[in-house]
């Protein structure tokens, strides 16, 4: 499968063979649907903590004798029934939300999406992407280059660019993250989330070579 390569002005410079097992396979939903929801599970934050009746200060003296006042019975202050007592089944701090997926499998699943993406005519490659400084300004004109030529292939819809780079570049991240709706990342790094959640995808030419290398070990 040959496609058009770009530079980063919106120009063709040539074709490059992309590889038939990486991105030329059929997409499996329940895989990628498994691999989606482990990978979102893994990023989550257990911060919710509320103390239970354990927990709480106080409650060491009964409020009240047992019998003769007309009042119900109350044994400690620390009662989820009081102001200010514990919380019935309070969230902590030591919960586990850590799913497993087997390294073939996540990497299955990256190939899937990035066939299918391709099939849509939702990737394209360009040589290289560079800029003398990270500015937004001298970012957000290659991005318009880059969304000119999704434009061109008559797709509609709000565009979520991602920048699959062969390297890490602090320049091009620092001139792109603060430009809506555009993400950039590196061939290594790249992770299922991103490629779902992205319309466009734009691939350094040499990244398409390390994406292979990655996803076929």
Partial sequence: ???TVYNQEGVESGQ??????????????????????????????????????????????????????????????RSPLWKGGGVVFAPATDRNFKKKINKKVNHTALRMLLSYQAGLNNLIVVDQI????????LFNEITKKM????NSKQRTGNRKLLYVLDNSNKTVYLAARNIDKVMVTTAMEMNIVDLINSSCIVIEEKAVKTISERLTK
């Fill in 16 to 77: 490059i063979s992309f590889p038939k097992d990486i991105f030329e396979v059929k997409p499996n939903n329940d895989l990628i649907n498994q691999v989606v929801i482990s990978s979102l599970s893994n990023r989550r934050q257990v911060s919710a903590k509320a103390k239970g009746r354990g927990e709480v200060s106080g409650g060491g003296k009964k409020p009240w004798r047992q019998k003769g006042t007309g009042r119900a019975r109350q044994g400690s202050t």
């Fill in 147 to 150: 969304v000119a030529i999704f």
């Fill in 130 to 137: 560079s800029i003398k400084d990270s500015k937004t300004k």
């Fill in 1 to 3: 499968m040959k496609t």
